[in-house]
């Protein structure tokens, strides 16, 4: 049986704060300097891409970081403090910098007694994060410190080649379940390329050149309210949680982020009883999924299973005779910026109501060639479907074994 002993993290590590970048050198344009920001760390910790921000002024290299350096989030925006505290490591970079900006600490070892990788995943478990959220001031804003980080005690083997293996166990989900999301992200970019090359080029298969008023010949303008049924959501009322249960996924602005174009569940689910007092919002699958409130408005989605949505999400039930789902998504995510700009309620809350969102013109191609782009995308759909079951399938797996194997409850054999 192994030993394990109680560690402080301030006998290990000390938490350097980032530097403050000059906003006036912040890039919206790509550039070979990265800022991070918590934006880039997910909930339960780890990195992500999908939120970059650049840079284009002078760096001080000690704000440079390396290869495999661990973060903590230092402040988050959300009630919960959903990434507050959580750590994400370095991924491997080539030819682009990744920059120590302000409100993420780095890890800084202080001796050798603790294996850094089993350190990342110490910050990413639930007893630490509850520890830092607790402990965090602020309401609207949550800010943690490094003094309060380095407060937290936790449970190890002293053998370090154990502390190794636990991680390594982890981190080798960790790395299957960001291929997958690799792979999507390809996939998407090449569906988005074919896309734009078609119908926004006009470069598609048979053209022969010829416009009519500014389009191909057989293609025409229509109002989003001409394509099929605009559906706003609605939210059951919380004074009966009977309402909610395992049935039917309940989806929100928040799950758009969990896998990207396609969603297959939700975090929440109505009951049966919930599902019945929402018939007039249920969205068949293959419905068209549309952010219209808020800071996360623009972003475009497509439900794979019988869904309700809540308020903040209008949804296009496609007419299959007018429009296919995938020309509406791919349509509506070039749209995104225009999306944003139309919306009407100041910068706070901005808003696109079902009204306006109905007026929103789209232009749709002939029949033959709408059929042949849903037909390539089916091909797509079902690769990152399947990807999509095999990230879950890890996640479930990953985040049963990472509370057992850190408290030592799940011990390890040796062969």
Same mark, same amino acid.
């Given at each position: ?231 706003? &959501? !609605? $939210?059951?009322?919380?004074? #009966?949680?009977?309402? /909610?249960? +395992? @049935?039917?996924?309940? *989806?929100?602005?928040? =799950? ?89 309620? &100041? !910068? $706070?809350?901005?808003?696109? #109501?079902?009204?306006? /969102?109905? +007026? @929103?013109?789209?232009? *749709?191609?002939?029949? =033959? ?47």
């Amino acid at each position: 049986m192994s030993i394990w002993k109680t560690y402080k993290l301030m006998d290990l590590i000390n938490v350097k704060h980032g530097f403050a970048f000059k906003g006036e050198f912040f890039s919206d344009e790509p550039t070979t300097d990265i800022l991070l920001t918590p934006g880039n760390f997910k909930i339960g910790g780890g990195f992500k891409t999908d939120k970059l921000k650049y840079y284009n002024g002078e760096v001080p290299e000690d704000y440079v970081l390396n290869e495999g350096d661990i973060l903590i989030t230092m402040t988050d925006l959300s009630k919960a403090g959903d990434t507050l505290g959580y750590s994400a490591k370095i991924p491997q970079h080539k030819g682009i910098r990744y920059l120590h900006n302000q409100r993420l600490g780095l890890v800084q070892l202080k001796n050798e007694e603790v294996d850094s990788d089993f350190l990342h995943w110490v910050l990413r478990t639930r007893p630490y994060q509850y520890f830092i959220v607790s402990s965090a001031t602020g309401s609207t804003v949550k800010h943690t410190s490094p003094i309060r980080i380095c407060g937290y005690e936790f449970e190890a083997p002293v053998d370090k080649t154990e502390q190794q293996s636990i991680a390594q166990i982890l981190t080798s989900l960790d790395d299957k379940i960001e291929l997958n999301l690799q792979m999507n992200q390809t996939l998407e970019a090449m569906a988005q390329a074919i896309f734009k090359e078609w119908f926004v080029n006009f470069n598609f298969p048979g053209f022969d050149g010829q416009l009519v008023d500014g389009l191909p010949k057989g293609w025409e303008a229509k109002n989003i309210g001409e394509l099929g049924t605009v559906v706003t &959501g !609605s $939210t059951p009322s919380s004074k #009966n949680p009977e309402l /909610f249960g +395992e @049935i039917t996924p309940f *989806i929100t602005p928040t =799950d758009f982020k969990n896998y990207g174009k396609l969603i297959l569940d939700a975090n929440r689910c109505l009951s049966v009883e919930g599902k019945e007092s929402m018939t007039s919002r249920l969205l068949p699958p293959n419905s068209v999924l549309v952010t219209c409130i808020g800071s996360d408005m623009g972003k475009v989605a497509i439900n794979r299973v019988e869904s309700v949505s809540n308020q903040q999400i209008n949804s296009i039930i496609p007419n299959i005779n007018q429009v296919t789902s995938d020309y509406l998504y791919y349509d509506l995510v070039f749209k995104y910026d225009y999306l944003r700009n139309i919306a009407t309620g &100041g !910068s $706070t809350m901005p808003i696109i #109501n079902k009204s306006r /969102f109905q +007026e @929103i013109q789209v232009i *749709i191609p002939s029949e =033959d060639l709408r059929n042949n782009f849903q037909e390539l995308m089916e091909n797509f759909n079902s690769r990152i479907e399947e990807n999509v079951k095999q990230i879950k399938s890890l996640t479930q797996t990953r985040d049963t074994l990472l509370p057992k194997l850190m408290s030592g409850k799940l011990e390890l054999t040796n062969n």
